[in-house]
């Protein structure tokens, strides 16, 4: 997510004294042509080399063909691969071709200077626009003999993946964040922005579950990785592009819903035994009936609830308050679980693998009452103190210490060598009456 997010600017409302110049058509169009140029060729090269690792000899436009159906692919548009359903698509390329857009929207404000927020949306539809087009001419005309897309879905979901990430990406330079928030009460940016953190840490937490079943079963990825090279290869890096899909189905796992793929459902209190595909990322799946201990990892949406809930007692200056800004950031995790879950499940054709299933409305409310409950007892307790710096020592009179006061004192008092150039004439005159007395008494004793 941070990536889609470029921070240009150090003001996120803008300079709106100073609007620049709104580009034309032909710049923002040509703007979102070249990342969709650039992302359709690396689909194609590394489409075309998995390919041929695997032993498959294809000419130009086959190869062109194939990069059509991974360019669709990576916008999560739907297809059909003789007549089976294929929409459980790997997220990570999505990921990085939002990247590229976002890059490519916000290279747009950089070079015109806008940053007002009407800007940013004319620029962001724009692109959403032509990805659409693109998308729906790339079905139409540019796919494989036995893959089929609809027309109507490339171009809505072209266009919703790109103008989303074009969206993100102008958020901070052009602040249409600030702009969106303008006229909410003021513990709504707060609740966005502790929600977002908790939204991140959850989905490392998934993340790192995943990374740790791979570790504890390599053997069984070294099994499934195929017996030459080619195929090694291909399904490497199958796993890798869908090893975001599994970090959400893990998340999913760590609240409670499990997920499931095909008559295969994992929860962490019960596993349902099925078939899965032979790819090595799915080695991470447990063989065996459920763990006493796994009803433990409820605790980790709950830790970050806790985590959640003490950004919103800083931000809080009251309870009220504080539980006020502890709802909006629990709805933020929970509507990106929801978004996600759907993006992570889908149809796997017609086999004994279909579907892949993340409940993404069950992982939704479990993550917002877990959010909720972690957040609310963190809320309650004193917000963190910020760190205290010593003031400078004062004099009785509230004036500053000199340094020769809080080195030696006060001068002459208590130091009994001092230079008598130091003192006034009436304090050397009386001196010197005392040193006369003292030797009359002197005399007068001789």
């Not at 927020?117 to 539809?125: F, I």
């Not at 990805?131 to 897309?149: D, K, Q, Y």
């Not at 710096?389 to 009179?397: F, G, I, L, S, V």
Request: aromatic letters at 4%; glycine letters at 16%; hydrophobic letters at 50%.
């Amino acid at each position: 997510m941070s990536l889609l997010v470029s921070p240009v600017s150090s003001d996120p409302v803008g300079d709106i004294t100073d609007p620049g110049t709104r580009p034309g058509w032909g710049a923002v169009i040509a703007a979102a042509c070249t990342p969709a140029i650039l992302s359709y060729l690396a689909g194609a090269v590394v489409l075309g080399a998995i390919g041929a690792a695997g032993g498959a000899r294809g000419s130009v436009a086959q190869v062109a063909r194939v990069g059509a159906v991974g360019w669709l692919a990576a916008h999560h548009v739907p297809l059909e691969v003789n007549g089976a359903p294929l929409s459980v698509l790997p997220v990570l390329p999505t990921l990085l071709l939002g990247t590229l857009v976002a890059r490519g929207a916000v290279g747009v404000v950089i070079r015109s200077g806008i940053r007002r927020p009407a800007d940013a949306w004319w620029v962001a539809g724009t692109v959403a626009g032509t990805h659409g087009v693109l998308g729906a001419v790339l079905a139409i005309a540019a796919t494989p003999v036995g893959i089929w897309v609809d027309p109507g879905q490339a171009a809505l979901g072209c266009a919703l993946v790109a103008g989303t990430a074009a969206g993100l990406g102008l958020a901070r330079p052009c602040g249409l964040l600030d702009a969106v928030l303008r006229r909410a009460p003021g513990w709504v940016k707060p609740g966005v922005v502790a929600g977002t953190w908790g939204l991140a840490v959850l989905l490392a937490a998934g993340l790192a579950t995943v990374l740790i079943a791979l570790a504890v079963s390599a053997t069984q990825i070294v099994q499934l990785s195929g017996a030459d090279a080619g195929s090694a290869v291909g399904l490497a890096a199958l796993s890798i592009g869908y090893l975001p899909n599994a970090a959400v189905a893990a998340v999913s796992w760590l609240a409670g819903p499990g997920f499931s793929v095909g008559s295969l459902s994992v929860g962490p209190f019960g596993v349902h035994p099925g078939p899965v595909p032979a790819v090595p990322l799915l080695a991470a799946l447990p063989d065996g009936p459920a763990h006493s201990w796994w009803g433990l990892a409820l605790a980790v949406p709950l830790l970050v609830g806790v985590g959640v809930g003490r950004r919103c007692a800083a931000a809080g200056a009251d309870l009220k308050q504080r539980l006020q800004i502890l709802g909006v950031a629990a709805a933020v995790p929970a509507l990106g679980a929801a978004v996600l879950g759907g993006l992570a499940g889908g149809r796997l054709g017609n086999a004994a693998f279909d579907p892949v299933d993340v409940p993404f409305g069950t992982v939704a409310v479990s993550v917002l009452v877990m959010t909720l409950l972690g957040g609310a007892v963190s809320a309650a307790l004193p917000a963190p103190r910020a760190p205290r710096t010593d003031p400078t020592p004062a004099e009785p009179d509230g004036e500053p210490a000199s340094p020769e006061s809080s080195a030696g004192g006060d001068g002459d008092e208590g130091d009994p060598q001092a230079p008598e150039g130091d003192a006034t004439p009436e304090q050397r005159h009386a001196d010197a009456a005392d040193g006369e007395r003292s030797v009359q008494e002197e005399n007068a004793e001789g």
